[in-house]
C-alpha cells in the first residue's frame, strides 16, 4: 500500500509520523506545506483536514487519517511489525504516559499556531516566545528524564532495545528544541537515546533537515 502523507518538514507531528512509516518500512508520496504561508487553511486543505493541521494520511482506498498519534497507533495495529507499543497492558501504558508527556503536555504550547498567537495577538517578540517554548519545554523534560532514571533497568531507548511510541515523540521533540537553542546538557538519558536513535537510518531519514521542502 501507498499512502499520501500531507506535512511540513519541521511540524514534530509530520515527523513523528514519518519516523513509524519509515520505521514500517511503509512507502508515502511526500505532500509539502508550508505553515506561515497559511497553506493549510486553503479551501482545498481544509477539505481534507477540518481542522487545518498536519499530518494527514491519505491510505489508498481514499480515506483520510489525522492527528498523528491515531494514525501511529492504526499503523502499529495494521501492521504490527516492528511493534511500536509492548504487548501487555501495563508496558502499553507506560509508552502511552511518556509519549503524552510530550504529545499533550509540550506539544499543544509550543505548536506553531499558539506562538504566532503570542507574537500577533499578544505581542510576543521572539524572544519572549523562546522563554514561553523554553519553560513549558523544561518543565515536561525535567520529569521525563527522572521517569527515565527511576527505571528498573537500563535500554537502549525509553523503554526497551526496540524504538517505541516515546521514542518517536522525543525525537521529534529534540528537534523541535534545536530551533530554540535548547541544549540536552541537562537530560543525560534523553540525550543519550537522542543519540542512539538518530543512528537509526528510519529515524534520521525522518529528521527535519532530510526532507525535500526543507531546501
Not at 489525522?66 to 495495529?77: H, N, P, R
Request: hydrophobic residues 40%; aromatic residues 10%; contains cysteine.
Amino acid at each position: 500500500m501507498s499512502f499520501q502523507l500531507h506535512n511540513f518538514f519541521r511540524s514534530s507531528t509530520s515527523t513523528r509520523l514519518r519516523a513509524v512509516l519509515n520505521l514500517k518500512g511503509l512507502d508515502y508520496d511526500y505532500i509539502a506545506y508550508v505553515l506561515r504561508y497559511g497553506e493549510t487553511r486553503s479551501p482545498q486543505y481544509l477539505a481534507l483536514n477540518p481542522q487545518g493541521l498536519v499530518p494527514s494520511l491519505v491510505r489508498e482506498d481514499g480515506k483520510v487519517m489525522t492527528q498523528s498519534l491515531a494514525i501511529i497507533e492504526w499503523l502499529d495495529e495494521v501492521y504490527p511489525e516492528p511493534a511500536l507499543l509492548p504487548s501487555d497492558p501495563d508496558g502499553k501504558a507506560q509508552d502511552r504516559a511518556l509519549a503524552y508527556m510530550i504529545a499533550c503536555d509540550i506539544h499543544p504550547l509550543n505548536n506553531l499556531r499558539v506562538l504566532q498567537y503570542l507574537g500577533r495577538e499578544l505581542g510576543a517578540d521572539e524572544e519572549q516566545q523562546k522563554t514561553w517554548f523554553t519553560r513549558w519545554v523544561r518543565t515536561t523534560l525535567d520529569a521525563f528524564e527522572l521517569t527515565l532514571a527511576a527505571k528498573d533497568e537500563h535500554s537502549v531507548y525509553c523503554l526497551s532495545d526496540t524504538p517505541g511510541l516515546a521514542d518517536v515523540c522525543l525525537y521529534a521533540q529534540i528537534w523541535n528544541n534545536k530551533r530554540f537553542g535548547i541544549l540536552m546538557d541537562d537530560w543525560p538519558n534523553i540525550s543519550r537515546i537522542y543519540k542512539a536513535l538518530d543512528a537509526l537510518p528510519a529515524l534520521r531519514n525522518a529528521a527535519p533537515p532530510n526532507q525535500p521542502d526543507a531546501a
